[in-house]
């Protein structure tokens, strides 16, 4: 067996233990059902579309297939986050409220809001990992995302600590997802509003004081009303944080396992970060499946739709039917970030995710050679990571 077999038999290996940790029924199924077609009609679970093109199609198409009706994100999300949060919102609403929002997180002030954000903390892992410290990856994300999300709901004063315990809080929140999730319990949406109305109401401060070098300030002078804002505040809060936090860990291991953390182009600064961060992206796939509820009669890929039918994308089976980590093999068209979505919905925060993970990775590669000394897989989360991840510079 030569050496890029056992790194890609390693890569897989690892991805697949992070997976089965978090979801140990669920995602046996999920890729028994990639062998069964592209599209696969599944009783009490719905539809299945496991091709990337479909996929792309379905989520182009927000007329027939939307995110507000029976058996999509709005039954889960809208008792939580109120009725206008862009995750359950389709048609002309949807529409201005999203044209609105873009303005927010164009790259240039995303890129500043994490370099101003996290010079401090990136400054205190640049000297540990100089130092030949090690390093909990996991933690550390869990801090940095917490504080960037600090920096967007409008917290005035952040600690380690306090970033910390914002992570966990959300974390909480998710984790009473699975891939079975269809809506929460009353107590659910309970547990979730003790969390969410405090930090809106921190939201709401900010947003009142009208200061526009605040995200919530710009949201108000972007046209933004109050609960959108709030809203708005609560959906990044849920979704953006922990994508961010759980990707960069598996980004290094990924890097690891595919034996480039100590290649030249790592050490001499020349590594295509983009394209590093987009193919672990599609390896990881940190939306794992998306709903969507069919409004009109149509056909999919030869299975006949109808209204009321439950659409689920599985994105974990559309992106790993193209292999095993590979920084040299180009995507098709089709699969282009498909992990953030296409078209109406595509990911709203994408420039924020994209500067922030960018801005941690430098630095941590930045130290490079790296080796991984100890690591382990979560159990019972919604998005697979690791429970930590121990790295130390060479």
Known sequence: MTGSQTTGRRTVDWERRLYLAAHPFAYPLLRGLARRGPVVRVPRVGVVVNDAA???????????????????????????????????????????????????????????????????????????????????????????????????????????????????????????VSLRTRRFSPDQVKRARAVLDPLGDIAAKAYASGDEATVMGRMRALGLSEAEARGAAGAFFLTGTETVATLVPRLIALLHDAGRLDSPDVLGGALDLDRAIDEAMRVTTPTPVMLRSVHATTRLGGVEIRPGDRVLIATH???????????????????????????????????????EIRTVARTVLAAAPLEITRRSAARRVLIPTYERLIVRAL
């Open 54 to 176: 479909l996929a792309r199609e379905v989520l182009m198409d927000g007329e027939t297939y939307r995110k507000d009706g029976p058996g999509s994100p709005g039954d889960l999300w809208t008792p939580v986050l109120g009725p206008s949060v862009l995750l359950n919102m389709e048609g002309e609403a949807h529409r201005v409220l999203r044209r609105r929002l873009t303005e927010l997180f164009t790259p240039s002030y995303a890129e500043a809001l994490c370099a101003r954000v996290l010079a401090e903390p990136l400054e205190r892992l640049s000297d540990r990992l100089a130092r030949g410290a090690v390093v909990d990856l996991v933690d550390t994300m869990r801090v940095l995302a917490g504080a960037v999300m600090s920096e967007v709901i409008g917290l005035e004063t952040r600690s380690e600590e306090q970033s910390r315990k914002l992570f966990e809080q959300g974390e909480r929140i998710v984790s009473m």
């Open 317 to 355: 089976n559309c992106c790993r039917a193209y292999g095993p980590f590979d920084l040299d093999r180009p995507d098709p068209p089709e699969l282009r970030r498909l992990w953030f979505g296409a078209g109406p919905h595509f990911c709203i925060g994408y420039p924020l995710a994209m500067a």
